[in-house]
């Protein structure tokens, strides 16, 4: 059903249906996109997600300063691009496409922010200083895709330089609110935090609390979050406990959340497979 509606939707734009290209295109791409996210079949997600990846080019080629459009563009981008491409070569070009819809968005909304982002971080941090909750929604948008891009690009030295820079953007989006996005920007400095030893710069305490809050903010409905918990802190200690714990309460719970049951499929595949490495790996 969700494949079908992709194509009938993608066809009636190929035929110039104008009333696509209105005020209620962003309201439709969101809907869309959480159709996706409320998928429990991964296959049927993968086999329709791209003819949605060209239905949303072809309405930013429309509208192509609506931000809410740039912002649904890259995060449809990233999410394909980290959840189903293996191919090395191809995540990169979608993650610098993820990344360009969401740098246009966020300088649309915020000049000074677009500039700070390419220059030196205490500049970063100082524009950042003079955002505000109207900016949030956008600052964390471009984040996630940085974050994306970053991941896509880690064997790149460029790519690890700029992790200051995006942990100082989570940093001010928690400021502004933590709880936004249930918590997410605690989720990703929860990874960043935990990416390297303690002997290499790593935080895994921080991070820890950073997973704590994450769990926290979604209620417990995100089951990623205690994937990733297990992955990048509990592996990084060697914490068998603590990890079979956390993939054993993944197993155990219900997918079926509204916007989560897509990710929370996947978690729970994700769980599987570490749970099977845990003795190996301890």
């Known amino acids: ?39 429990d079949d991964l296959e049927t997600v993968k086999a329709g997600a791209p003819a949605y990846l060209l239905m949303i080019d072809g309405l930013i080629e429309e509208s192509p300063e609506d931000t809410s459009l740039l912002l649904a563009g890259s995060k449809l981008y990233s999410s394909y691009a980290t959840t189903f491409v293996t191919d090395e070569a191809r995540s990169r070009r979608l993650a610098v496409k993820s990344l360009s819809y969401a740098k246009r968005a966020l300088c649309k909304n915020n000049s000074a922010l677009c500039k700070a982002v390419d220059g030196r971080l205490d500049n970063l941090e100082s524009v950042l200083a003079n955002t505000d909750l109207n900016d949030q929604n956008i600052l964390y948008g471009y984040a996630v895709a940085w974050a994306g891009w970053i991941q896509a690009n880690i064997s790149d030295w460029n790519a690890i330089a700029a992790i200051p820079k995006l942990v100082a953007l989570f940093n001010r989006s928690i400021a502004l609110n933590e709880t936004f996005d249930a918590g997410g920007a605690h989720l990703y400095l929860g990874v960043l935090t935990t990416l390297l030893p303690p002997s290499a710069g790593g935080k895994p305490e921080v991070g820890r609390r950073h997973f704590e809050q994450a769990q926290t903010f979604s209620n417990g409905n995100n089951l990623m979050v205690n994937v990733l918990f297990a992955k990048h802190y509990a592996r990084l200690v060697f914490d068998q406990k603590l990890h079979d714990q956390l993939l054993k309460q993944v197993l155990a719970a219900d997918i079926k959340k509204p916007g989560l049951t897509l990710i929370n499929t996947l978690a729970k595949i994700r769980a599987e497979e570490l749970l099977a490495e845990s003795s190996d790996y301890f």
């Not at 992709?6 to 104008?18: S, W």
């Not at 009333?19 to 791409?29: E, G, K, N, Y």
């Open 1 to 39: 059903m969700l494949r079908t509606t992709l194509t009938v939707i993608f066809i009636a734009i190929l035929t110039g249906c104008a009333s696509l290209v209105s005020s209620s295109t962003a309201r439709m791409a969101s809907n869309i996109t959480q159709a996706m996210l409320n998928q």
